[in-house]
């Protein structure tokens, strides 16, 4: 009888965390539980509370980041950005859009053979520092470039 | 939504090149309507990439991606013939998908 309900509420236990998943729309049909979706990071306010949620600490500048934007972008809706990190066992790269009503802007986790290089366009609301943040081995580095922006595309 | 999904793969060098491009409004939830009226919140939050069945790019996007965003990554080892699946979910629940085999260079 008890080992029933142990057996039970152990079995329930282990689904919830599934079940609440599949509820928020997170679970999807690959193979792999994708990360959750970083909401404090995302409705941060402050860049620094932005790096915080990733769990950045001691962040280093590297020269190992090459980060390719526009110096001027024409249009602040679309602003195309490529970050390719060169530092051995990149696990992820984030961009942070210093002055964006909310600074953390995107993030890429690597696996199974992904080289650490990410291609896509940003909305930047007016000028202002991009930095590319990567997690390698554990340890934070960053890369930052100003990017000017002569209309903003932030949608105001 | 308009378009459907796009996307094409090759090899160059060593790597799969992907590149994908996808439908979406991408809101804000800070840009008004012809009526005045603010639009809300409605973008991508979350796409998956996978090679041959493995996921190998976990992306956390916000509303700050470009309306009907693009998505450019590697896979190193690839090779052609090899299947890119991409697949993204959007704050509503939705979701898109492709997927296609890789060119040779």
């Not at chain 1, 995302?42 to 990733?54: G, I, N, Q, R, T």
Request: overall charge positive; some cysteine; hydrophobic content about 45%.
């Amino acid at each position: 009888m008890h080992q029933y309900r142990r057996t039970l509420l152990k079995a329930m236990s282990a689904a919830m965390p599934l079940a609440i998943a599949a509820g928020a729309g997170l679970f999807r049909s690959t193979s792999a539980l994708a990360a959750a979706w970083n909401k404090s990071g995302f409705d941060a306010k402050a860049a620094a509370d932005a790096l915080k949620s990733l769990g950045v600490a001691n962040a280093q500048p590297s020269k190992d980041i090459v980060l390719t934007a526009p110096d001027i972008a024409e249009n602040g809706a679309q602003v195309p950005v490529t970050i390719t990190s060169r530092i051995p066992n990149t696990q992820s790269i984030s961009i942070i859009v210093d002055k964006n009503p909310f600074p953390l802007n995107s993030s890429y986790d690597f696996a199974n053979g992904a080289e650490s290089y990410v291609s896509t366009k940003l909305k930047m609301g007016q000028t202002s520092n991009v930095i590319a943040v990567v997690k390698a081995d554990g340890k934070f580095f960053t890369a930052t470039r100003e990017i000017k922006v002569t209309i903003g595309g932030c949608g105001g | 939504m308009a378009e459907p999904m796009k996307i094409r793969a090759k090899m160059e060098g060593d790597a799969a090149d992907v590149k994908v491009l996808m439908s979406h409004p991408m809101e804000t939830g800070q840009r008004k309507n012809e009526k005045g009226e603010l639009v809300p919140v409605h973008f991508i939050q979350s796409v998956i990439a996978t090679h041959n069945g493995k996921t190998v790019l976990d992306v956390q996007w916000s509303q700050a991606i470009a309306r009907n965003p693009f998505l450019g990554f590697r896979v190193k080892g690839a090779k052609a013939g090899d299947k890119i699946t991409v697949t993204w979910t959007d704050t509503t629940g939705d979701k898109g998908s492709i997927d296609t085999v890789v060119a040779a260079a």
